[in-house]
């Protein structure tokens, strides 16, 4: 071997075995890849998309709400159990130094980097469970019982950090959690992991020396050794002084490598990286910031992350907490509240709200408690009977002898369902009900458009109240022109509507067709 080449490349020198201090001999076993980096569960986050993927998984496991409930009598239904001890363990305080959306995200990354997670219960004033105090999962080394009684169950030796003593305890004193396999997805990942970080590497690398990609040297004749020695040292520069002169000796010709900036910074190697990670952690590339176009929308691709994604993660927390931490688990059972991340923008949402509580399948308080809002009590509190489906109004109709209400205009005539039997002269029955069926379209008209302007202004009786009178204002023209009514009929129907509108849309499961069906048959 010449002279240049034992300079620059170090010869025929062998690697001898590291030093006492190399960082080979301190690193987690098995930690290296067929890559030549060794990967560890802190090295790995170095990479934004296993760093990015892996906090949004535990992110939106801790975001959702993890409440107790209770299961009641008779096919019931359940409840939340709000005074159950283990409520405010899973829902509010693990331990003493962490809240639960603290202690669940370290949950899930435990079982991401290592594929157990653990935590002693410790007992207290709340009970056999006061506390869940957390176990770094590299100082436990679990075993499965392989005969007996207790054959199936779990031994767990703990090895304390200062004494490095082992003591073995049973899964009644440690709650666990274990992923697929037994071992994290870091373990499985790791060569994809050690690719993806030589790749930074080799970019950072080459950015650090600057414009110098490296090349070849033509020499025309023999190489003498003096000038080799002073052309090695002059390529042979310190990081920051590549941008130096370089010395050629006896006519010889330095070739460059011909590698762009875009080569250079392997960037279709490096976003092949972020699709393999996005693959192995269960989330979708979009949310890594990976821009290539893809067949779907993000909608549908969020909706498959929380169903396929989370579900199985969300279930591992609940049939782990079901399983080991409840003495009742047929009465008593968590469940995390899936919906509560799956909310789409405003005005989907209060359209579900709309539908859900005309169809009688919720109550009108209980899609404003959805919402963050108090309840209104009284008929907000009861389920709407769906005309469509019953033919009849959704709230009694009010006695015929009621007073007319003081806020309502004298000349107005009092709201009605059918017309008396005094009436002299009775339309027959196909007049009515085209004049009814005329009334139901001025009013679906009214409510449809009650309905989306209660999105719009949810949070604003005042802008609410000002659609309302914007609304009526040319509403009688409407009234008028399907109803064959004079202008004031129209007017003091419209005012009516207005005053009763302005309380909120509530009001509107009390309105059917008939008043104003009335109104038009006493004109006619």
């Known amino acids: 071997m010449d002279v240049l080449a034992r300079l620059l490349s170090g010869g025929d020198l062998q690697a001898g075995p590291p030093g006492p201090a190399d960082d080979y001999w301190y690193g987690p076993a098995g930690a290296m890849t067929v890559s030549g980096i060794p990967v560890t569960a802190e090295g790995a986050q170095n990479l934004s998309a296993w760093y990015r993927g892996r906090d949004i998984l535990g992110t939106v496991l801790a975001m959702l709400p993890f409440p107790l409930y209770e299961r009641l009598p008779h096919n019931g239904g359940s409840e939340q159990a709000v005074d159950h001890p283990l409520y405010d363990v899973l829902h509010d305080t693990p331990n003493g130094w962490q809240d639960s959306f603290q202690w669940r995200r370290e949950k899930m990354f435990d079982l991401i980097d290592h594929g157990w997670t653990y935590d002693w219960i410790v ?21 499965q019982i392989k005969r007996g009684p207790s054959r199936g169950r779990y031994l767990f030796h703990v090895r304390d950090e200062q004494t490095g003593r082992t003591t073995p305890h049973t899964q009644d004193e440690i709650f666990y959690l274990r992923g697929a396999g037994g071992k994290g997805i870091l373990e499985y990942a790791r060569s994809s992991l050690g690719t993806a970080l030589a790749t930074e590497s080799y970019a950072a690398q080459i950015f650090s020396k600057g414009t110098l990609n490296g090349g070849y040297i033509e020499i025309p004749g023999v190489l003498e050794e ?21 010395v050629l000796e006896q006519g010889s010709k330095f070739f460059p490598n011909k590698l762009t900036p875009e080569d250079a910074q392997m960037l279709l190697s490096r976003k092949h990286s972020v699709d393999e990670l996005a693959r192995w952690l269960g989330v979708p590339r979009q949310m890594l910031e990976n821009s290539d176009p893809s067949f779907g929308n993000a909608e549908q691709f969020w909706q498959g992350f929380l169903t396929v994604g989370m579900g199985g993660w969300l279930s591992l927390f609940e049939f782990g907490v079901n399983g080991q931490l409840l003495l009742q688990p047929k009465k008593f059972y968590a469940e995390f509240t899936r919906d509560a991340i799956a909310r789409g923008n405003l005005t989907d949402r209060w359209n579900v709200h709309v539908a859900a509580v005309n169809a009688g399948i919720k109550t009108v308080d209980e899609a404003r408690g959805k919402e963050g809002l108090n309840a209104r009590g009284g008929k907000a509190d009861e389920l709407r009977q769906p005309q469509n489906i019953t033919g009849k109004a959704t709230a009694e109709d009010p006695p015929a002898d009621d007073p007319v209400p003081p806020t309502k205009k004298p000349a107005t005539p009092a709201r009605r369902t059918k017309p008396t039997d005094d009436d002299a002269d009775e339309p027959d029955d196909r007049a009515r009900a085209i004049v009814t069926e005329s009334a139901a379209r001025v009013l679906r008209k009214e409510i449809l458009a009650a309905q989306r302007a209660a999105v719009t202004h949810a949070a604003d009786p005042v802008a609410w109240a000002t659609w309302v009178d914007g609304f009526y204002a040319t509403h009688h023209e409407l009234v008028m022109q399907t109803m064959c009514v004079d202008e004031p009929t129209a007017r003091g129907y419209v005012a009516l509507q207005r005053s009763e509108l302005r309380e909120g849309l509530a009001v509107t499961e009390a309105w059917t067709p008939a008043y104003l069906a009335g109104l038009a048959l006493d004109k006619a």
Not at 226 to 246: C, D, I, N, Y
């Open 123 to 143: 007992p207290g004033p709340r009970g056999f469970l006061d506390q869940l105090h957390p176990i770094e999962p590299t100082l436990v080394t679990p075993e």
């Open 226 to 246: 003096a000038p080799a020695r002073r052309m090695a040292q002059s390529f042979a520069t310190k990081v920051g002084e590549w941008h130096l002169p370089k």
